[in-house]
């Protein structure tokens, strides 16, 4: 049996696979947010001719099941058949994103006092040429010349050895030598070569960036990102999990990532002459769960009960035992995490927020797939992750989308008419909306009463814009070519939700303290979302505590910053990791308390209006 | 265009490929001792059919080219052509080789009052399991776990991490954990689990062996040997180094000997219900060529003057790294080399012989494919390679073989007719002559005046046994179905020049430490090909030094005795890197008197018939 599709394409089915599984395998990917499971509602494809056995119809409306709509993960054909794929339903990922550098990286470096001092270091060493009658073995000579400059007991990796002899010889025996300070020999150059590279890579669950940065000067040379392809096997860091767990599931996550890397990494080598085998280190950060996942590490532990991690902290290994495709013996240090839910990424977030080195009480958030906090100063940190779960990003929301072309990332309603006036990524048709366009819409339909405190639609109000759906209430933004655009009551509760674990994590931390939100001197928000987020909208759905508007600083993606500070100086690394033994990891999703504040949470803005004196006002003056 | 052979089998030919390319791809290996030069003449097949096109005939007798005989490396089909290729020119490799234990192994280990202290180490780890209180990694459990018995700063390679959380579960915490003394962490157990395995290998020029071992009580639990199909790239270290210099040879010469090493492990794993992953730890001898080979190493300087080699000291790399099919994490310890021209082997050697414990001042000589002589007590060892060469292994005459079925090994010849009378392994027809029937054969015919002191044939003598041949004047031993077995005067000049040069060695190195060969109390002779040498007939063809017959000592493989001994016990391992240190090497070939010492031994047995008392008494006496 054949799939056709109608780009003329024709993909052979296996039996007893799945349309998504067929399309997969051929490498056309579909958004599947929940990993196949029927639950999200996003790989939609269209039927036009051939018979199907469907196991789930899932979300799908009647309108759409009408229209031969049906989910690629739950649909089998039964014979030849020739769909449709939808552009919405089609995974755009290795696409370049564009990066905002919002501060000079270099600048941020100098403001830490710390001195370039890369991972590998050099010596230079002017090695006698053998004679018959002076025949030691070649690493005999360079082990005394690197002793004569009090480099003594280095190690030698046979990676090393294999190329040392001929790389003595062409350097006419004058070499720079590169080590760890393990300390193990690592690279040799010949005297004259100067260039040092190094690269910095963040590994999202949603995106991935890397940075290509001089190490003489630490000058940024070159910024590449993309999708993190494994959004293929899923959207969060559990339908990863899951997926590692199945069959070679780990080995595919795995190399799907770093074949993502090492696609970003050959025209930035290119585009600046930078020979790849001459990129001599590399700092990796991430999630706890992204970093295990990038060494080939099985994540399972991380969500089972009690969520323990294979490490947090992680040896000097070489880019070789990565696979990335930089010199195989360039080492590869990647920042340390804390728990099984707060990695690297947030500790290289709070090494580049610089909180750590103030006197000031400070809140660092990441709100990005998943939502970490933490709070503290120079003398204590305390962090938790929220579990806010990816629905900023589009995950679990019946029209939820990323930020890209097509997504409605603004709002405004007609507190008469209740007509919505939409601002669209790219300025084109609406195909979905993104987190910031979520908390416009809900920020609108609340003040304008078409949502009560609880995210219930008001019953009775004159408009159209509401009506009756397959899950509840809904209402409509936008509606052209038979795609109408929704917020469902189910949509909401879950934004609230997600919204709720935020605030919730944060009082809970405060509490456990002995802190109130007022305490807080400075609010540091980080991630890719963090810069498109509305703090006024923010604050009145209750995701973001009442304090300040002065007080709230966007960091932009941390993660790679504090990478890059790794990536140049050995302090920063040292930092990083007094950073993660000092942080006290709290543990949510046991806490009983957390329940509590979860519940008192789930308001708009809350239930205790009290903590929201601002929001409270804006609904007085109302 | 294709060959056919006799067996019905059709091989495809590349353009501009030799018979011998040919067949090589397919799998068909010839006997090619020159590696393909023209030079060896033994990869002779028969053209029964089609027009070839040939670049030489070489050392091809007129009667073997009229019957169709050509050389397979010079001969390039001009169209489809049949061929057979006769038994003696099919190299056969892959055979099982009888290893004669000499000694008892374990007996040889107790004389040295060594200790069983392996490679790998254990200790017993009871790791509190992880709870949501007690949340730390598990890396960190196991570093606290592992510190509390006294081991800190160990290293954890990705190998060993990346199976450890499982591994950790798997034991339900209680755990048996291996390590080096880098500290570096190895493998993990189950607490019950209690056999422990390891290998020693010998990796001869010509012949391998396998060694598995028990390391809890040392007992040697099974034994494989094979040849070392690299033979099919040439029969001595030289060839084998131009290989390793042309096109990928350097890994096709490295994956040939691994593949031989595993091919050789798997069964042994299966007869005795040994898992290959429970092999904790290896060890490899073998000369410095050899065992650049094994690690994929280079060995060109080892070939260009001075004569470097990239290392003598091997670091403790993984068995992973070499590829050997064992747990990629065990250990992989190189017997320490001394120079490019004196290995592991000989360091081996000197370990199993003991007389690096001794005061009375003994010889060791390692007659294999090459010969290498060490003179010393237990306060100083002097070294030598003498670049015998592998003619005793067949290579470079004209009816050379390996001491295999169909080759003489002894040989008489009657003093009044001439007519010999022939030994052959396996009692069938005479195929070639192996080491022992060549020195056999040159003793017969000087004592019978057939040769004289230079080794040329004496003219006159009433014998249609001495003929002239394409390369002057030969001896015929056998004739049969159109194969003739000869000695011509050129392979008498050949084996007498490697004669001359392992004894004009001895005499080197005696005179640079100031001895006479009187002054040697025991000579200790090693290497396959020692167990059939003649003592009475090496000595009269003085090959071997005029001593007393009682001071010689056969001690069969001491390189794989000196591997197991290593294998066993850090105070060996400590042992072989002291005598690879103390060893002082001697550069031959650049020494002046040597020259002249060898073209003093260039006679039979010496120019100086005075040390040679026996000899001379034995030819007064006739």
């Not at 300040?548 to 966007?554: A, D, G, H, K, N």
């Amino acid at each position: 049996m054949n799939i056709r599709l109608t780009s003329g394409k024709i993909l052979h089915i296996l039996e007893g696979k799945s349309i998504l599984q067929t399309l997969k395998r051929e490498g056309i990917y579909l958004v599947s947010s929940c990993g196949g499971k029927g639950i999200c509602g996003k790989c939609r494809v269209r039927l036009l001719e051939g018979k199907v056995g469907s196991v789930s119809t899932g979300r799908l409306q009647p309108p759409d099941i009408d229209r031969g709509i049906v989910l690629a993960c739950q649909t089998f054909p039964e014979e030849d058949i020739l769909i449709d794929i939808p552009k919405e339903s089609r995974l755009v990922v290795g696409d370049r994103i564009e990066v905002s550098r919002s501060r000079d990286l270099f600048e941020l470096f100098q403001s830490l006092n710390a001195k370039i001092f890369p991972i590998v270091r050099w010596v230079s060493l002017d090695i006698p040429p053998p004679t018959i009658t002076d025949n030691n073995s070649d690493l005999e000579r360079l082990k005394k010349a690197a002793s004569g400059k009090g480099l003594k007991d280095l190690r030698f990796s046979h990676g090393f050895v294999s190329s040392m002899a001929t790389a003595l010889r062409n350097a006419n025996w004058k070499v720079n030598l590169a080590y760890t300070d393990a300390p193990e020999a690592i690279l040799l150059s010949p005297m004259e070569d100067k260039n040092r590279y190094g690269i910095s890579i963040d590994i999202g669950t949603t995106t991935l960036v890397v940075y290509l940065v001089h190490l003489t000067d630490g000058r940024l040379i070159d910024v590449g990102s993309t999708y993190n392809s494994q959004i293929r096997y899923g959207d969060d860091v559990i339908t990863r999990i899951i997926h590692a767990s199945e069959g070679n599931g780990l080995d595919e996550l795995r190399d799907t990532v770093v074949s993502d890397i090492n696609t970003l990494l050959t025209p930035m080598g290119e585009r600046h002459t930078v020979n790849i085998e001459c990129i001599e280190s590399a700092v990796i950060s991430g999630n706890t769960t992204m970093l295990h996942l990038f060494w080939g590490l099985n994540p399972a532990y991380i969500r089972e009960e009690p969520y323990i991690p294979t490490l947090n902290s992680f040896p000097l290994w070489k880019a070789g035992a990565a696979k990335l495709n930089i010199n195989p013996q360039a080492p590869v240090y990647t920042v340390p995490c804390v728990a099984s839910y707060v990695g690297g990424d947030i500790v290289a977030g709070v090494l580049a927020s610089k909180m750590h080195r103030n006197s000031e009480i400070a809140l660092f958030m990441d709100i990005g797939t998943n939502g970490e906090i933490v709070i503290g100063n120079t003398e204590w940190l305390v962090t938790a992750a929220c579990s806010a779960g990816p629905c900023f990003e589009g995950s679990g929301i019946t029209h939820g989308m990323r930020a890209t072309e097509g997504a409605v990332e603004s709002v405004r309603i007609d507190p008469q008419t209740f007509e919505p006036t939409l601002g669209i990524i790219g300025q084109g048709k609406a195909m979905g909306i993104c987190g910031s366009g979520m908390i416009d819409a809900i920020t609108e339909m609340f003040l304008r009463g078409i949502i009560d405190r609880k995210g219930k639609f008001v019953k009775g109000l004159e408009t159209e814009r509401i009506r009756k759906g397959l899950e509840g209430p809904e209402f409509l933004f936008s509606s052209n070519e038979g795609r109408d655009i929704v917020l469902t009551e189910v949509d909401i509760e879950n934004i609230m939700r997600a919204k709720a674990a935020v605030y919730a994590g944060i009082s809970l931390l405060l509490q456990k303290v002995g802190f109130t939100f007022d305490d807080i001197e400075r609010v540091y928000i980080a991630g890719g979302f963090g810069n498109y987020l509305n703090i006024e909208k923010a604050i009145i759905i209750g995701m973001l505590p009442d304090l300040p508007r002065e007080r709230f600083r966007f960091l932009g993606n941390t993660s790679i910053a504090g990478g890059y500070l790794c990536l140049l100086s050995e302090s920063m690394r040292k930092e990083a990791e007094e950073i993660s033994r000092k942080m006290t990891y709290v543990e949510l999703s046991v806490s009983r308390r957390f329940m509590d504040e979860y519940m008192s949470a789930l308001f708009l803005p809350h239930t205790n209006m009290g903590l929201f004196p601002t929001v409270e006002k804006l609904l007085t003056i109302k």
